[in-house]
T-cell receptor, first 113, second 115 residues
Framework: AQRVTQPEKLLSVFKGAPVELKCNYSYSGSPELFWYVQYSRQRLQLLLRHISRESIKGFTADLNKGETSFHLKKPFAQEEDSAMYYC???????????????FGQGTILTVHP | DGGITQSPKYLFRKEGQNVTLSCEQNLNHDAMYWYRQDPGQGLRLIYYSQIVNDFQKGDIAEGYSVSREKKESFPLTVTSAQKNPTAFYLC??????????????FGEGSRLTVL
């Protein structure tokens, strides 16, 4: 069975400090991973996806298959980064897995001025 | 204004009553999903539908039912058989382009409280 673990429920940093939100997964197949974010009073939305190798709002995430991790990083945190962050894994089930995501428990990031 | 609309935003139910949560999308997305969000547990998949008139159980389907009679609509009924229905419910949709490429678009959610 697949599992996504975000070990930190809460994470606090000061503005300008580096931030890393941890995500570990357990999955027997080839994982496709995502980070979703929910800002205050906004909908849950996609931040970035592993397959795109992209950097969004200064955030990057590298898939480490050896450590089964997909940590989210940003070198200099901003106050507007304060939000709830979810790591998610897309299951592979014969091509019908789209949108069938397994989510982690979420990490609330607070960036202090 | 394109997007996903969930209603009602807040709903109170007495024990033993069924309630139906509405989810409508005008994004022309094929696939729609219902997730349940509980504190400290993340989101868990209840039901999903990848095409009209077809739907599949997710991880926690017991006590829930859905229908997909129209592409735009995917209502969720929380039945009296659901043992712990008080939760925040999120509806989502996506275009099925290929594995790992999809982006789930979420509604604003419906908060159900059982009295």
């Amino acid at each position: 069975a697949q599992r996504v673990t975000q070990p930190e429920k809460l994470l606090s940093v000061f503005k300008g400090a580096p931030v890393e939100l941890k995500c570990n997964y357990s999955y027997s197949g080839s994982p496709e991973l995502f980070w979703y974010v929910q800002y205050s009073r906004q909908r849950l939305q996609l931040l970035l996806r592993h397959i795109s190798r992209e950097s969004i709002k200064g955030f990057t995430a590298d898939l480490n298959k050896g450590e089964t991790s997909f940590h989210l990083k940003k070198p200099f945190a901003q106050e507007e980064d304060s939000a709830m962050y979810y790591c998610a894994l897309e299951r592979n089930a014969g091509g019908t897995s789209y949108g069938k995501l397994t989510f982690g428990q979420g990490t609330i990031l607070t960036v202090h001025p | 204004d394109g997007g996903i609309t969930q209603s009602p935003k807040y709903l109170f139910r007495k024990e033993g009553q069924n309630v139906t949560l509405s989810c409508e999308q005008n994004l022309n997305h094929d696939a729609m999903y219902w997730y349940r969000q509980d504190p400290g547990q993340g989101l868990r998949l209840i039901y999903y539908s990848q095409i009209v008139n077809d739907f599949q159980k997710g991880d926690i389907a017991e006590g829930y039912s859905v229908s997909r009679e129209k592409k735009e609509s995917f209502p969720l009924t929380v039945t009296s058989a659901q043992k712990n229905p008080t939760a925040f419910y999120l509806c989502a949709s996506t275009v099925t382009r290929g594995r790992g490429t999809g982006e789930l678009f979420f509604g604003e959610g419906s908060r159900l409280t059982v009295l």
